[in-house]
């Protein structure tokens, strides 16, 4: 009965293993979720790289960094290091409606802000008011951008505002699902650029244009390949409250990359070789013996 409980066990924690190491995050904005609301997509259309946010200062110089969505602040260290990048000819690309957007900003000595307040647009818009429609204009070239539950901007300083909504969007400050009377209305600047130093600062009042279910639409991807040009991309993760399942996951894959990725590998994978023949031995002669009882053998 014991060898029956250990071999139960065993098979378990290898499904288990298994099933975390292979079954992506569902996290919003993850670039390992491939749902409707991740950013697989957008890493693979662009070739996009995930540093973390502890490994800013590695990056290298003139490329692209992208923060999408983010609801945990900058350290103090980490926000330095993000200015420098900028600062070093980096193009920093923000996108956010309800997030952290702002303190990121601030850290940065940006001017722009994201203002707050849910967009709607009952006349240009995409199946619903929430999903308005807004145009660009990059480099002689206008863009339908299309939106998910937006913000707006408030640019200052020497920028260049990249795209308005239309002239019948508003802007519901108080979130009950009507424009009332008293609240503003359009056009409002959606994406935003600015100098900083040798850099530029891109800010979008939308996350969601980069998502699976978005990026495609409209111009949205025609919008981030004028901004990226022949520039390398990279993804910043580490700005989100991450779920249990995620958390538990990157521990895993951590774990396992430590283990099978160095020189200990050398002694890992030839346990793991004697653990897996171990195991299928076991389990065969548990079969054979079960066989044998139901045969009188």
């Known amino acids: 009965m014991k060898g029956y409980i250990l071999l139960g066990v065993g098979l378990s924690l290898a499904v288990l293993l298994l ?38 200062r590695g990056l290298p110089r003139g490329v692209v960094l992208f923060i999408v969505g983010p609801s945990a602040n900058l350290s103090t260290v980490n926000a330095l290091e993000l200015r420098r990048f900028v600062e070093r000819g980096g193009v920093l690309v923000v996108a956010d409606d309800f997030g952290s957007g702002n303190s990121i900003l601030g850290a940065l000595g940006a001017s722009t802000r994201i203002r707050g307040g849910l967009l709607e647009d009952g006349v240009f818009m995409y199946r619903s008011p929430y999903l308005p429609r807004a145009l660009a204009r990059v480099n002689g070239s206008t863009l339908e951008l299309y939106l998910n539950y937006a913000s707006v901007l408030e640019p200052g300083g020497s920028g260049v505002c990249l795209a308005y909504s239309s002239p019948f969007s508003c802007l519901d400050v108080d979130f009950n699902g009507v424009c009332d009377r008293g609240e503003p209305h359009g056009p409002f600047c959606v994406a935003y650029m600015e100098p900083i130093d040798s850099g530029r600062l891109v800010v979008f009042s939308d996350a969601s244009i980069f998502i699976n279910s978005m990026v495609n639409l409209g111009g949205n991807s025609a919008m981030i390949k004028n901004l990226v040009g022949s520039r390398s991309v990279y993804v910043l993760v580490g700005l989100w409250d991450a779920g249990t399942y995620t958390r538990a996951r990157s521990l895993l894959l951590g774990v396992l990359g430590l283990v099978y990725g160095s020189s200990l590998r050398y002694i890992s994978v030839p346990l793991t070789g004697l653990l897996m023949y171990a195991l299928s031995l076991a389990i065969s002669r548990r079969i054979r013996k079960l066989i044998g009882a139901r045969h009188g053998v």
């Open 19 to 56: 099933l975390v190491a292979f079954i992506p995050s569902t996290d919003d904005f993850s670039p390992d979720n491939p749902l409707w609301n991740g950013l697989t997509t957008f890493c693979q259309e662009f070739n996009a790289s995930v540093v973390d946010v502890g490994n800013i």
